[in-house]
């Protein structure tokens, strides 16, 4: 048992000892002592600074045999140029799978899985970050590998497009959530649209960043002088220094990262609207601007927000959600940043029928605040929640250098965190009762509300006069992208059809059989194997998948003895468990299945005359050793694009945008082994790719045009 476990059990007994005393004396248990919190002070990292301006934290952990280090680099999104929105998160994603001068990413990705590393690089509002992690014997070779992506990326223009794509297709499908859409739309209204802390990427802003944007946004900001690193974990400081001084402390300094002046312009106060008409329930955010954490009032903020809009005992969830019923979730607060101005944000998630009278009852509490403002036990509460929670945000070394990380950054004394209880427990309530009449004015708010209005109490108007936000897409993704071809390509939306996309769109028809072949098929029975990665390894599956064009697909997947079956219709979606077991499919699953069948090549091919699909021909690519020419498809509002062989007619690969159980990725399947039944030509193989990765390779053994398909081979068991 390690030292810190023993510890730890120790205190435990000694607290139910204590507790048990204390029990067995008090009549009540209201009566029972509660002792003072024992001082906190975590053991902090050791700080040093090199000759070149490089900053560095040490902090021992022997608890595990595992060392982790992220260094942070000043310098982020809201310095990029308004035209490049998006600069930043693409280089934080193709920093890493790029590689280096020496090596590819995925040649990275195989160095690191044998080793049960990782190296991960990432963008943010004012920083970028490079991070590792391994086990302690494989430190020195996962460290190189983590100084060569610092020092040497190389931006792979493939990988690029790839980000890219991935990219588009978020932006493609931003508005399905409601959620995103009440976060992104509130930061605007309490920021300015046009703030970088707001700012969105758009199609247009992500077809314009280009390799040479990355590369030099990488020689602009990463020199030692700013970057800030952090190594946490089982190792000898002396020896980790010596070997970090090797390693950084010969590099040159450079130009200091400039800091950009930013303005903020808030929205007019009043009320905004968003429709969204395919929900039953309403988001409401009421914001402006908040403050930064240098605020004298930071410690009387903090625990007025516990009181006011924070933990189920607070006064907002006590009375909206618990007594009146009105929201599901209500909370918020004045948000703090470290150095800009946070926002202040009250919010609740409500019923469309209950809207209009959960928007009053919001109004009411924060004008309630000046009759009833926080009395002495809601105080108490508030303090003892935020005390009594705070050790285990800092209950570990790594975690006690992150936060130490951040006050480096931005330029706060090194005992920020031992100064916090501290203020905490000296707030009064006559500070707190100050807050609101200083920082929340009914007057002043911009109060969004998107939900479904027909479905509202009353009329948003009944309120006042509301501004409309239009969240619509603007543009498309463009076929040809500045970083030039390559084999991953972005997500595209053709607009119409070009004369060179038809006629290879004909060549595809043909090669599969001619157009009257591929309009008589109205059903296909395959049957198949599927090697699938998976965490655990290998999954060897046996499927038989039905198909009912356009819309209609069951498949069945026997692993050993267990088989899975998936049902999909226009009516519902399903999943038959080994057990026998029904459960509905997510919304976005039943989708996403529906999306397959419209991109499916002999779906497409049977619909080379409909006035909804659109085919453009574009830019000639290499895949592999064979010459290709890009084909955009657009399916009914389904993008996909094809790679085609142009003499042959046939497909060699797919790129399309999907959603699967993690989130959106970027879809690639090449095909391969064609076979011809019955005058119909198909691809046999199947390799499938998720943002690049090997996910399953699918082996066609056999297919059957036109079976007999029973009448309830779609319908759901009625269990």
């Given at each position: 048992?390690?030292?810190?476990?023993?510890?730890?059990?120790?205190?435990?007994?000694?607290?139910?000892?204590?507790?048990?005393?204390?029990?067995?004396?008090?009549?009540?248990?209201?009566?029972?002592?509660?002792?003072?919190?024992?001082?906190?002070?975590?053991?902090?990292?050791?700080?040093?600074?090199?000759?070149?301006?490089?900053?560095?934290?040490?902090?021992?952990?022997?608890?595990?045999?595992?060392?982790?280090?992220?260094?942070?680099?000043?310098?982020?999104?809201?310095?990029?140029?308004?035209?490049?929105?998006?600069?930043?998160?693409?280089?934080?994603?193709?920093?890493?799978?790029?590689?280096?001068?020496?090596?590819?990413?995925?040649?990275?990705?195989?160095?690191?899985?044998?080793?049960?590393?990782?190296?991960?690089?990432?963008?943010?509002?004012?920083?970028?970050?490079?991070?590792?992690?391994?086990?302690?014997?494989?430190?020195?070779?996962?460290?190189?590998?983590?100084?060569?992506?610092?020092?040497?990326?190389?931006?792979?223009?493939?990988?690029?497009?790839?980000?890219?794509?991935?990219?588009?297709?978020?932006?493609?499908?931003?508005?399905?959530?409601?959620?995103?859409?009440?976060?992104?739309?509130?930061?605007?209204?309490?920021?300015?649209?046009?703030?970088?802390?707001?700012?969105?990427?758009?199609?247009?802003?992500?077809?314009?960043?280009?390799?040479?944007?990355?590369?030099?946004?990488?020689?602009?900001?990463?020199?030692?002088?700013?970057?800030?690193?952090?190594?946490?974990?089982?190792?000898?400081?002396?020896?980790?220094?010596?070997?970090?001084?090797?390693?950084?402390?010969?590099?040159?300094?450079?130009?200091?990262?400039?800091?950009?002046?930013?303005?903020?312009?808030?929205?007019?106060?009043?009320?905004?609207?968003?429709?969204?008409?395919?929900?039953?329930?309403?988001?409401?955010?009421?914001?402006?601007?908040?403050?930064?954490?240098?605020?004298?009032?930071?410690?009387?903020?903090?625990?007025?927000?516990?009181?006011?809009?924070?933990?189920?005992?607070?006064?907002?969830?006590?009375?909206?959600?618990?007594?009146?019923?009105?929201?599901?979730?209500?909370?918020?607060?004045?948000?703090?940043?470290?150095?800009?101005?946070?926002?202040?944000?009250?919010?609740?998630?409500?019923?469309?029928?209950?809207?209009?009278?959960?928007?009053?009852?919001?109004?009411?509490?924060?004008?309630?605040?000046?009759?009833?403002?926080?009395?002495?036990?809601?105080?108490?509460?508030?303090?003892?929640?935020?005390?009594?929670?705070?050790?285990?945000?800092?209950?570990?070394?790594?975690?006690?250098?992150?936060?130490?990380?951040?006050?480096?950054?931005?330029?706060?004394?090194?005992?920020?965190?031992e100064r916090f209880r501290a203020g905490i427990e000296k707030v009064t309530v006559e500070e707190v009762a100050r807050v609101p009449e200083k920082y929340i004015h009914a007057n002043q708010l911009a109060v969004l509300v998107v939900?479904?209005?027909?479905?509202?109490?009353?009329?948003?108007?009944?309120?006042?006069?509301?501004?409309?936000?239009?969240?619509?897409?603007?543009?498309?993704?463009?076929?040809?992208?500045?970083?030039?071809?390559?084999?991953?390509?972005?997500?595209?939306?053709?607009?119409?059809?070009?004369?060179?996309?038809?006629?290879?769109?004909?060549?595809?028809?043909?090669?599969?059989?001619?157009?009257?072949?591929?309009?008589?098929?109205?059903?296909?029975?395959?049957?198949?194997?599927?090697?699938?990665?998976?965490?655990?390894?290998?999954?060897?599956?046996?499927?038989?998948?039905?198909?009912?064009?356009?819309?209609?697909?069951?498949?069945?997947?026997?692993?050993?003895?267990?088989?899975?079956?998936?049902?999909?219709?226009?009516?519902?979606?399903?999943?038959?468990?080994?057990?026998?077991?029904?459960?509905?499919?997510?919304?976005?699953?039943?989708?996403?299945?529906?999306?397959?069948?419209?991109?499916?090549?002999?779906?497409?091919?049977?619909?080379?005359?409909?006035?909804?699909?659109?085919?453009?021909?574009?830019?000639?690519?290499?895949?592999?050793?064979?010459?290709?020419?890009?084909?955009?498809?657009?399916?009914?509002?389904?993008?996909?694009?094809?790679?085609?062989?142009?003499?042959?007619?046939?497909?060699?690969?797919?790129?399309?945008?999907?959603?699967?159980?993690?989130?959106?990725?970027?879809?690639?399947?090449?095909?391969?082994?064609?076979?011809?039944?019955?005058?119909?030509?198909?691809?046999?193989?199947?390799?499938?790719?998720?943002?690049?990765?090997?996910?399953?390779?699918?082996?066609?053994?056999?297919?059957?045009?036109?079976?007999?398909?029973?009448?309830?081979?779609?319908?759901?068991?009625?269990?």
């Amino acid at each position: 048992m390690s030292s810190r476990l023993r510890s730890a059990r120790n205190v435990i007994c000694a607290c139910l000892l204590l507790c048990s005393a204390a029990v067995a004396q008090a009549p009540t248990w209201k009566q029972v002592p509660v002792p003072p919190l024992p001082a906190f002070k975590p053991v902090q990292p050791r700080r040093i600074q090199l000759p070149n301006g490089m900053v560095i934290f040490l902090q021992e952990d022997h608890e595990l045999p595992l060392i982790d280090g992220v260094a942070r680099i000043r310098g982020g999104s809201r310095s990029e140029p308004r035209g490049k929105t998006g600069l930043v998160d693409l280089y934080g994603q193709v920093w890493r799978t790029g590689g280096t001068v020496a090596r590819t990413g995925d040649q990275l990705d195989d160095f690191l899985e044998m080793r049960a590393a990782k190296v991960e690089t990432g963008g943010g509002s004012d920083s970028t970050t490079i991070a590792f992690s391994c086990l302690k014997q494989d430190f020195r070779d996962v460290f190189n590998v983590f100084v060569e992506v610092l020092r040497q990326p190389s931006f792979r223009p493939d990988k690029l497009q790839l980000a890219k794509g991935h990219m588009d297709s978020g932006i493609s499908r931003r508005n399905d959530d409601v959620e995103e859409i009440a976060a992104r739309e509130s930061l605007k209204l309490a920021y300015g649209a046009d703030n970088p802390y707001a700012r969105e990427p758009e199609y247009a802003t992500v077809a314009a960043i280009t390799r040479d944007d990355l590369l030099q946004w990488h020689q602009r900001y990463v020199h030692p002088n700013n970057i800030i690193f952090g190594i946490v974990g089982d190792f000898d400081s002396a020896q980790v220094e010596a070997q970090l001084r090797e390693v950084f402390g010969s590099w040159p300094e450079g130009p200091p990262a400039p800091r950009p002046e930013i303005e903020f312009h808030p929205a007019n106060p009043g009320y905004y609207g968003i429709a969204k008409n395919d929900v039953d329930q309403s988001l409401v955010r009421m914001v402006a601007l908040g403050t930064t954490r240098r605020n004298p009032d930071y410690y009387a903020i903090e625990v007025f927000n516990e009181a006011f809009a924070g933990g189920f005992s607070s006064r907002l969830i006590s009375d909206i959600r618990t007594r009146q019923g009105l929201a599901y979730s209500v909370g918020g607060g004045i948000g703090t940043a470290f150095d800009h101005p946070g926002v202040l944000r009250i919010g609740l998630g409500t019923q469309s029928k209950n809207t209009v009278r959960a928007v009053r009852a919001l109004e009411t509490e924060i004008a309630d605040l000046k009759t009833h403002p926080i009395s002495e036990q809601e105080l108490k509460r508030a303090k003892d929640s935020i005390l009594n929670s705070f050790v285990f945000n800092f209950d570990s070394p790594g975690k006690v250098l992150r936060e130490r990380l951040a006050y480096e950054f931005y330029g706060y004394p090194p005992d920020f965190l031992e100064r916090f209880r501290a203020g905490i427990e000296k707030v009064t309530v006559e500070e707190v009762a100050r807050v609101p009449e200083k920082y929340i004015h009914a007057n002043q708010l911009a109060v969004l509300v998107v939900g479904n209005e027909k479905e509202f109490d009353q009329p948003l108007s009944t309120l006042g006069a509301v501004t409309p936000i239009d969240i619509t897409i603007p543009g498309t993704p463009s076929p040809a992208s500045p970083a030039g071809p390559a084999e991953a390509p972005a997500e595209v939306k053709p607009a119409a059809s070009n004369s060179e996309g038809k006629a290879l769109m004909a060549k595809v028809v043909a090669a599969m059989g001619g157009e009257a072949k591929v309009a008589s098929v109205h059903s296909l029975l395959e049957k198949m194997t599927q090697t699938a990665q998976a965490p655990s390894g290998e999954v060897n599956l046996q499927v038989e998948a039905t198909i009912v064009f356009p819309d209609r697909v069951r498949a069945s997947m026997q692993q050993g003895e267990q088989t899975m079956t998936i049902v999909s219709t226009p009516e519902s979606a399903f999943m038959l468990a080994p057990n026998g077991a029904v459960e509905d499919l997510p919304a976005s699953q039943r989708k996403e299945l529906l999306e397959q069948l419209k991109r499916d090549p002999l779906f497409v091919a049977q619909h080379l005359s409909d006035p909804q699909f659109a085919f453009a021909a574009g830019q000639n690519v290499k895949i592999g050793d064979t010459q290709a020419t890009i084909l955009d498809v657009s399916a009914a509002g389904t993008p996909v694009r094809y790679y085609v062989e142009p003499a042959s007619g046939k497909i060699l690969r797919e790129s399309y945008p999907a959603v699967g159980p993690s989130g959106p990725f970027q879809g690639e399947t090449d095909l391969s082994d064609w076979k011809t039944l019955d005058g119909l030509t198909l691809p046999a193989k199947h390799v499938n790719r998720q943002n690049g990765r090997v996910s399953s390779t699918v082996n066609v053994l056999e297919f059957q045009v036109n079976p007999p398909v029973e009448e309830n081979l779609f319908e759901r068991p009625k269990r």
